[in-house]
């Protein structure tokens, strides 16, 4: 049976942030920046409790102007900042690099992974879930995008990853994600809106509806939160929200169990199909084997056969049996 995650400390709740208060003035991006004081924490956390937030979306990596420069991980302060925010039962969700910041992209991918890694090690046990990028496909192709995620996952992250576009979504990037997280596009009309939604929802992920409105204490940030949230397959919401609920997103942690099985064994099932196959040609077996390797979402394994003999080397066991002909 599947182990179900759910984001957040209330099992019962949804995702709900708002990390646009007045625009990048109470910002939670800016969070873990060593720009902003303790004091403006804490007038940002009083907002966020005040919409009902649930989680606060936080910047690990940013040289956006129009935001707070974070440049560094320091393990000690920013466990310090987002325990700030769990005592007041915020859950942070990690966002690992932003837009607008060519001095991050222009010292290449490893150097992100790299970055991403010291995030990793900091502070994985304080946040919620990762979002790879922000407007990712504005300076990463897809496969950029995989490898990072791919890359979380080696590292041993079992937490929800998230993909951030410019509006709209394209498939080629969330392919590996576990959310996509939706930007609309601002001033749009309710229709407009809709029909983002719904183009979103048709990729068959949970959606965070997470970019729509520049001030998302505003009645109108909150108006659009309540439609987004009338949508099944619809998670959470990142600009405001009224009194509406959206779904629980409901995770399965089996699914990356299996990956991290693989990524454990790979090797050694690899050696094994060479081995087998070495054994048959010495044994001068007439018939070539069969080799078949699978990876499914119930599993993966090789099976061998051949004139008798027959090997199963799978996630749950390794069975061989054979019988000899003369």
Known sequence: MPILMVLGLN???????????????????????????????????????????THADVMARSYDSSFKEVSSVNRVAWRDR????RNKNLVPVMWLISDDSPQAYKQGLQNQIDYQNQVVDAVDDLVS?????LECDEYYSAQEVNVLIQNLRNKGVNKPIGVHLTPGVKQEY???????????????????????????????????????????????????????CSYAGVVGTGNGRGQASCQTLKWDQEKIKKKEWYQKYEKEMVVTGIAVATLYA???????????FQITDNGYGLQFESNGYRMNYSESQIQATYSIRF
């Open 174 to 228: 969330i392919k590996d994600a576990d959310i996509i997280y939706l930007q609309t596009g601002f001033n749009l009309n309710e229709q407009q809106f809709r029909r983002q939604i719904e183009n979103a929802l048709r990729f068959g992920k949970p959606v965070v509806v997470s970019e729509y409105n520049l001030r998302g204490e505003s009645a109108e940030a909150k108006r659009f939160g309540d439609i987004a």
């Open 82 to 85: 987002l325990n700030r925010l």
């Open 11 to 53: 099992c019962s709740a949804d995702y709900r942030s708002t990390f646009l208060i007045e625009r990048d003035k109470y910002s939670t991006l800016n969070w873990l920046s060593n720009e902003t004081s303790n004091h403006w924490r804490d007038v940002v956390i009083e907002k966020l409790n005040n919409n009902g937030d």
């Open 282 to 292: 010495m044994l001068k077996v007439k018939q070539e084997p069969k080799i078949n």
């Open 129 to 133: 879930h990762y979002v790879v990028c």
